[in-house]
């Protein structure tokens, strides 16, 4: 799949695409990743990208044109003129879950665009933009975050990228397949700081450390998300073992 990245920061987005477990599905192309700098396609001396607001008020406002054109060079470069998502990145957009992770992945790509200032004239959000995604209700300076988020979130549900364990750590994470959140981890050494690491763990015994995994994170998900446990109840997803567990600790 190809996304390509309207950003007025591309340089920001270099070293997230050459680090860490994702960088092999970016090298590859797997995961095509491809910038565009409206800049690159602004006029006049000073290529001006935003201009003060109509009708007054604080900030700047990125220009329909300089978007519209680099917009334009993307859909053409993929020769695709037609049929591609262009995703505006928008603290009033819809908020990124798995659910929407997971449709990014299976499909084709999408034009990614992160806006800067205080807005985007809204021609060209009106004109061009299919779809608006936020990362949840806190503010920040600009999409190019959000943008790589939901990058990294589709990078690692590329087949591979998670090497071996890949689709175990994928299922496990993947609340339509399960829906918990995750248990605690340790590692060595067995006492740190005077605190051990809990017995059944040590135990290898692995029905026993699966039923103590599996009934930490009911304990932590009922405490912590108990939304997530009736949306799995409804689902015949708890055992009787679970609910046994979770009546013990309620
Ligand atoms: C006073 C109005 N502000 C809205 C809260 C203006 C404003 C602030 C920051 C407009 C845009 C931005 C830049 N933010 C994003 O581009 C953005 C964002 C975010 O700020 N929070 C969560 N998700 C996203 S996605 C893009």
Do not use: K, N, Y
């Given at each position: 799949m190809r996304f390509d990245v309207i950003t007025l920061f591309p340089e920001l987005f270099k070293p997230f695409l050459e680090s860490g477990v994702t960088r092999r599905a970016y090298a590859s192309g797997q995961v095509e990743v491809v910038l565009w700098n409206p800049r690159d396609f602004a006029e006049g001396n000073y290529r001006r990208v935003d201009d003060r607001p109509f009708g007054g008020g604080p900030g700047m406002v990125?220009?329909?044109?300089?978007?519209?054109?680099?917009?334009?060079?993307?859909?053409?470069?993929?020769?695709?003129?037609?049929?591609?998502?262009?995703?505006?990145?928008?603290?009033?957009?819809?908020?990124?879950?798995?659910?929407?992770?997971?449709?990014?992945?299976?499909?084709e790509g999408a034009v990614l665009v992160c806006g800067r200032y205080e807005g985007i004239d809204q021609r060209f959000i009106d004109q061009r933009v299919t779809h608006q995604i936020s990362l949840g209700d806190f503010v920040l300076s600009g999409g190019e975050i959000p943008a790589m988020a939901l990058l990294d979130a589709v990078a690692r549900l590329q087949p591979g990228v998670l090497g071996d364990e890949g689709s175990h750590v994928q299922d496990s994470f993947n609340p339509a397949l399960d829906g918990l959140l995750d248990c605690p981890h340790y590692t060595r050494p067995e006492v740190w700081q005077g605190v051990?690491?809990?017995?059944?763990?040590?135990?290898?015994?692995?029905?026993q450390i699966?039923?103590?995994?599996?009934?930490?994170?009911?304990?932590?998900?009922?405490?912590r998300r108990p939304d997530l446990i009736e949306a799995a109840r409804s689902q015949g997803r708890l055992s009787r073992a679970d609910e046994t567990a979770l009546s013990k600790k309620l």
């Open positions: 990125m220009m329909a044109e300089p978007l519209a054109a680099s917009l334009d060079a993307a859909l053409a470069a993929r020769g695709q003129p037609h049929g591609v998502p262009v995703v505006l990145f928008s603290p009033i957009g819809e908020a990124l879950r798995h659910e929407g992770v997971a449709g990014w992945a299976a499909g051990s690491v809990p017995g059944a763990l040590l135990s290898g015994h692995h029905a699966e039923r103590w995994r599996r009934d930490q994170r009911l304990r932590l998900t009922a405490e």
